[in-house]
């Protein structure tokens, strides 16, 4: 009898893959990485201020949170005629699932304190930009890997 259920459960796992690849409703894609896309207006006279910002402390804190492990990339991208009322830098992050998302808020506040040297000093680097960038809207997105 244990010899016959053996064979069956082999059997079982062994046609599995097949039926699988036959399944209509098995998915057709696989969760891929997240990104985040900030869409950002530049102030009249200040886009290049703000490249600068981008180019130094930015992309110093976005290399940090790359080490940590906390992101995987990071690009920023350039609209080349932007519309009344859209931005004109696109900053894109890119994560590598959800569960970057789940993190305390202590670590949070740790690792700021790491980059920034203090959480005031985070909070007025952030108050400063205001002058040269309006941040419009943030997006986060998941990419469906398809098969």
């Given at each position: 009898?244990?010899?016959?259920?053996?064979?069956?459960?082999?059997?079982?796992?062994?046609?599995t893959p097949a039926l699988a690849a036959t399944?209509?409703?098995?998915?057709?894609?696989e969760n891929g990485t997240v990104?985040?896309?900030s869409e950002i207006a530049t102030t009249d006279g200040h886009f290049d201020d703000y490249l600068?910002?981008?180019?130094?402390?930015?992309?110093?804190?976005?290399?940090?949170?790359?080490?940590?492990?906390?992101i995987k990339s990071y690009k920023v991208l350039l609209v080349g005629a932007p519309r009344k009322g859209e931005g004109?830098?696109?900053l894109a992050?890119?994560?590598a699932n959800m569960a970057a998302f789940d993190r305390s808020v202590a670590d949070g506040y740790a690792l700021q304190k790491k980059i920034f040297g203090s959480i005031a000093q985070a909070n007025q680097g952030q108050a400063?930009?205001?002058s040269i960038r309006t941040i419009l809207s943030t997006t986060l997105l998941r990419e469906a890997v398809l098969k």
């Open positions: 009898m244990r010899s016959v259920l053996v064979a069956a459960a082999g059997l079982a796992l062994s046609t399944d209509p409703e098995a998915p057709v894609f990104w985040e896309y600068q910002w981008l180019d130094t402390e930015w992309k110093a804190q976005e290399e940090a949170l790359k080490k940590a492990g906390v004109d830098v696109i992050v890119e994560y400063s930009r205001a």
